[in-house]
């Protein structure tokens, strides 16, 4: 376990409760990332697994995990279903990773469409973070998503259609600042460049023209209208004819959050 810098007693309270049993770690507070790594260093066996402080393996995880993996050598990683629960615990929904990766194997394309990873969710194999090396310290956020597409362009990913994993999701993370789009988009744009000759031609386009509208939108509901009509404009140069309809249906949306907010102020 790496501590990430905390004050409230956790390292002797698990020295405590569970002695020897668990190698602890205490780092002055320097992000997700490089807690995540130091862990992955200091992890010694063959299989490596992510728990952040918000998450929950249920019964079975890695048991199913392990052996879908044991049972298909030429893959690296694997990912479950997980349940979402808000800061009463209370389940808002489950996200079915199937419903991203269609199908098991050669998952980039998938991953493009929709790069959301969720750490907790995943079992690699060791040589993956040999190979891959571990998250990007350089980014305060995204940084699970540029994992998940750095992996996808170089291993195999399957699928275990089971709710393994309990998340939290609603509070005021990392994830909620407004740096995310920002990051988000500087991993997204690096990801399909390098997708290049991996994935087809429309593929990347259409899947580089749709994050710049889910970023648009997100900037528009927190007020930063010159970025989303800019990133609007480049998903209409990059888009086909759908993304168009997506980027005028964003348009309409603009205009009537424009004159909520004006009627709002009068």
């Known amino acids: 376990m790496v501590d990430d810098g905390s004050t409230d007693g956790t390292g002797e309270m698990l020295l405590a409760r569970y002695g020897q049993r668990i190698r602890y770690a205490w780092q002055p507070n320097a992000g997700v990332s490089a807690a995540r790594n130091r862990g992955m260093a200091m992890a010694g066996g063959r299989y490596i697994a992510l728990l952040d402080s918000d998450d929950q393996w249920l ?3 890695t048991a199913r995990q392990h052996a879908w993996l044991e049972e298909r050598p030429a893959y690296g990683m694997v990912v479950c279903d997980i349940e979402m629960v808000d800061a009463d615990l209370q389940v808002i929904g489950i996200y079915r990773r199937r419903d991203v990766i269609r199908e098991d194997g ?3 394309r998938w991953a493009l469409a929709n790069p959301a990873l969720a750490p ?5 194999r060791r040589e993956v973070y040999e190979d891959i090396g571990g998250f990007d310290e350089t980014l305060r956020t ?11 362009r170089r291993w195999q990913i399957g699928v275990v259609e ?5 998340t939290m999701r609603g509070h005021e993370g990392l994830s909620a600042q407004a740096r995310t789009y920002d990051d988000y988009l500087l991993v997204f744009e690096r990801a399909v460049e390098a997708a290049r000759g991996v994935v087809s031609e429309p593929e990347r386009r259409e899947a580089l023209a749709m994050a710049y509208i889910r970023n648009a939108r997100g900037l528009m509901l927190g007020s930063r209208w010159r970025q989303a009509i800019r990133l609007l ?3 209409w140069r990059h888009g086909n004819m759908a993304v168009r309809k997506q980027v005028l249906a ?7 959050r424009l004159v909520h907010n004006l009627l709002k102020r009068h």
Do not use: G, N
């Not at 907790?120 to 690699?124: I, R």
């Not at 995204?142 to 996808?152: K, T």
């Not at 089971?162 to 309990?166: A, C, G, S, Y």
């Open 233 to 235: 404009a480049k998903a």
């Open 162 to 166: 089971e709710t393994l994993v309990r």
């Open 106 to 108: 050669w998952a980039l």
């Open 142 to 152: 995204a940084e699970d998503i540029d994992y998940h597409l750095r992996i996808a």
């Open 250 to 256: 964003q348009v309409s949306f603009a205009c009537r």
């Open 120 to 124: 907790a969710s995943t079992l690699m």
């Open 59 to 61: 019964p079975e995880k």
